[in-house]
């Protein structure tokens, strides 16, 4: 366990420390996993009172932790705060994190800012004299909007850090169930030798959100679906699902075979956009017998018409001797019919069927689900319990609960993981570069073969599964979706 960390919060009044960081620094605490030195300072650029800041932070996490809320820990835990108000556009008043850190000890900036911010504040603080050789740096997504930006973002940046010093968050890789996966596939022998093309017959990755922009229509309008959710999240899940297995368990070593994987995938240009990918928007519809208002209708729009994706379907092809052949399909969308997201990988059929139920005999999956229940799901065949039937067959399910054997009455929350692994100073969860760059890389080949045939979006219902074409997009090749 790392000691002497003054972990620095930019953004601390923001929704994303509210909501995430500070209930994971406490779950920390909680589980005595944070050094009894480490401090945390909270930034921000309004005028406020340390003792009121601290205050509210307490209510908040009162209100949000319920049962897990212990009086005892917080006395403990609120005494690591300290607000410190900075105006991130002055570089004068850095001057006073500077006199409230210490050179002894290694600093930690995490970045709950947005994009544009990074550069001033990382200057800034240079300047002030707060980055040394041992300082280390969080950045959240998104690390620019397309490949040119995001190497703008990673070259400001890398002025004042070097990239072991500089931790990218997506906050997937913090799951429980993203992390098993490395273990599911490479320490049971049973499943990592039937992991390729030979047994598998293709693979689903679905995240669907029931919620909409939220408010959020200005920001969400220049970026969509492909952008916020596949370049970042549905791209880090395929990774981790195909890349080969590292030499070892280290963050050099994992991040440079999902770098591989990226590169071989298969693009997607105007040859072959109309057949392998699919963009919608949400219209009207109803989710969870209430009525919700289509993308163009909510709160916030700006514009008469847009042709910004809230869902996208693709099937993509990895080149490499694993998976030739096999099908990735993707899928992601807001206003959907459920709030899911899961890997399904489905296998092929035995090439000769010795029973008369073929259908009960078919289909081996295993099902991955990252919420809302995370969990493992293996589906078999096996003989139904009959006295009356010779030898007929049923599909059952053995499940994998995370919480039942340990005794555990949680599931930590990904960012405890990540803000664990940020202070011990191991990179294995987070993003490198070369990943980010790979995978704006691929994404801006999409985007300008949409651009260039005038993709439109397909309109969906709210509450549905998306436009019609996605069906389209998987029953060509004689599959379907996996529902639950």
């Excluded at 050789?133 to 070097?162: C, M, W």
């Excluded at 959100?209 to 408010?215: A, L, M, R, S, Y």
């Excluded at 008469?304 to 998976?323: C, G, I, P, Q």
């Excluded at 987070?430 to 760059?437: G, H, K, T």
Aim: charged share 30%; with cysteine; aromatic share 10%.
């Amino acid at each position: 366990m790392s000691s002497k960390i003054d972990l620095v919060i930019f953004g601390a009044r923001g929704d994303l420390s509210r909501r995430k960081l500070f209930p994971a620094l406490y779950q920390l605490d909680k589980a005595e996993l944070l050094d009894s030195s480490l401090r945390i300072a909270a930034v921000a650029r309004q005028e406020l009172d340390s003792t009121v800041f601290v205050e509210q932070i307490g209510e908040i996490l009162k209100a949000n932790l319920g049962d897990d809320w212990d009086d005892q820990v917080w006395a403990r835990f609120r005494k690591r705060i300290d607000y410190i108000r900075i105006d991130f556009a002055e570089k004068k008043q850095f001057s006073s994190l500077k006199d409230w850190s210490n050179e002894k000890r290694t600093m930690i900036f995490y970045m709950a800012t947005p994009p544009s911010m990074f550069g001033p504040i990382c200057k800034h603080l240079n300047e002030a004299g707060c980055v040394d050789k041992n300082a280390r740096i969080v950045l959240e997504k998104p690390i620019g909007h397309d490949l040119e930006s995001s190497k703008e973002v990673n070259d400001t940046v890398g002025q004042y850090f070097t990239e072991r010093s500089i931790y990218r968050i997506d906050h997937y890789l913090g799951k429980e169930t993203v992390q098993n996966l490395l273990a599911l596939r490479f320490a049971n022998r049973m499943i990592h030798s039937q992991w390729d093309n030979s047994c598998i017959d293709h693979v689903q990755i679905t995240a669907a959100e029931t919620v909409g922009i939220e408010g959020r229509w200005s920001y969400y309008d220049k970026v969509g679906q492909l952008r916020d959710m596949v370049q970042n999240h549905l791209f880090q899940l395929l990774c981790m699902v195909a890349m080969e297995p590292p030499n070892k368990v280290e963050a050099d070593e994992i991040r440079a075979e999902k770098v591989k994987l990226l590169r071989a995938m298969n693009p997607i240009n105007q040859q072959n956009v109309d057949d392998q990918a699919v963009r919608g928007q949400y219209a009207a519809g109803w989710i969870s017998g209430e009525p919700v208002a289509g993308y163009m209708e909510e709160e916030g729009s700006a514009a008469d018409s847009s042709n910004t994706e809230t869902f996208v379907a693709l099937k993509v092809f990895v080149d490499n001797w694993r998976w030739a052949g096999v099908p990735f399909y993707l899928r992601t969308g807001k206003r959907m019919k459920e709030k899911v997201t899961q890997i399904v990988i489905t296998y092929k059929d035995n090439p000769h069927a010795i029973f008369a139920d073929d259908d009960a005999e078919a289909n081996n999956r295993l099902v991955i689900r990252l919420q809302p229940n995370e969990g493992i799901q293996l589906e078999m065949v096996s003989k139904k319990q009959s006295m009356k039937e010779r030898l007929s067959l049923e599909k059952r399910t053995l499940n994998l609960d995370f919480l039942d054997p340990q005794g555990d009455d949680r599931i930590a929350d990904a960012y405890e993981r990540l803000l664990l692994e940020v202070i011990n100073g191991d990179q294995w969860l987070f993003v490198s570069r070369d990943e980010i760059e790979a995978s704006w890389q691929w994404c801006d080949d999409l985007l300008e073969a949409w651009a260039d045939k005038k993709v439109g979006t397909k309109p969906y219902s709210a509450g549905s599964w998306g436009p019609s074409k996605a069906e389209v997009l998987i029953e060509n090749d004689g599959r379907s979706w996996y529902e639950v």
